[in-house]
C-alpha cells in the first residue's frame, strides 16, 4: 500500500508523539539515577530505539526511510518535550524532591544504623581477637618458659621413662667459649 507524503509525515509525527513517552520514562530513570552514567545510558538507549522505530516505521510506509519519516518522527517527539513533556517535567521535579527528601532520609537512616552495628560488631569482635591473642601469646610464654628451665633439663620425660633410658645416652655436651 502505497501512503503519500503528508501521509507518512503525519503517521511518522504521531509515533513520535508516543515516542515521546519513552523519552519520558528514561528522563524518570535519570531522576532516579542521578549520575553520569545513567544519563549516558539512558541517552543512548533512547537514541538506538528511537532508530529502530524509525526504521520499523519507514519499513512498514513503504520499504525506504525517507527525510520526510524522520522529519515527521523528530517533530512528534519534539512537540511531545515542549508541550506535554514540560508538564510532566515539572510534576516529576516534585515527585524526585519528595522522593529524596522521603526515600532519602530513611534511606540515610537505615545506612546510619547499619554502620552503627557494623562499628559495634567491630568493637566486640576486636575486643575477642585481643583476649584468643593474648591466649595465644600466654601459651607460647609459657612453652617457652617450659624449655627455659634453669634447674633442670627435660628432654623428652615422658620417652625416657617409657625405654628406661637416662637423659645422658642421646646428649651431645659442648663447651661454649666466648671470645672478647
Not at 55 to 71: A, D, H, P
Not at 132 to 148: A, P
Amino acid at each position: 500500500m502505497s501512503y503519500s507524503i503528508p501521509d507518512c509525515f503525519m503517521i511518522a509525527f504521531a509515533v513520535g508523539l508516543v515516542f515521546g513517552l519513552v523519552y519520558e520514562a528514561l528522563r524518570i530513570v535519570r531522576l532516579i539515577l542521578r549520575f553520569g552514567a545513567a544519563v549516558f545510558i539512558c541517552d543512548i538507549a533512547f537514541f538506538m530505539l528511537a532508530a529502530a522505530a524509525v526504521f520499523k516505521l519507514s519499513e512498514s510506509l513503504g520499504n525506504y526511510v525517507r527525510i520526510y519519516t524522520v522529519l515527521g518522527f523528530g517533530a512528534g517527539v519534539f512537540a511531545y518535550i515542549v508541550t506535554i513533556g514540560r508538564i510532566l517535567n515539572l510534576a516529576e521535579s516534585a515527585a524526585s524532591i519528595a522522593w529524596r527528601k522521603t526515600i532519602g532520609r530513611l534511606i540515610h537512616k537505615i545506612g546510619d544504623s547499619v554502620q552503627k552495628l557494623f562499628g559495634i560488631i567491630v568493637q566486640k569482635s576486636k575486643v575477642l581477637f585481643g583476649k584468643i591473642s593474648k591466649h595465644f601469646d600466654n601459651v607460647q610464654e609459657n612453652h617457652l618458659k617450659r624449655l627455659q628451665s634453669r634447674h633442670k633439663t627435660l628432654y623428652n620425660r615422658n620417652r625416657l621413662d617409657k625405654t628406661g633410658e637416662s637423659e645422658e645416652v642421646h646428649v651431645i655436651k659442648a663447651t661454649i667459649k666466648r671470645s672478647s
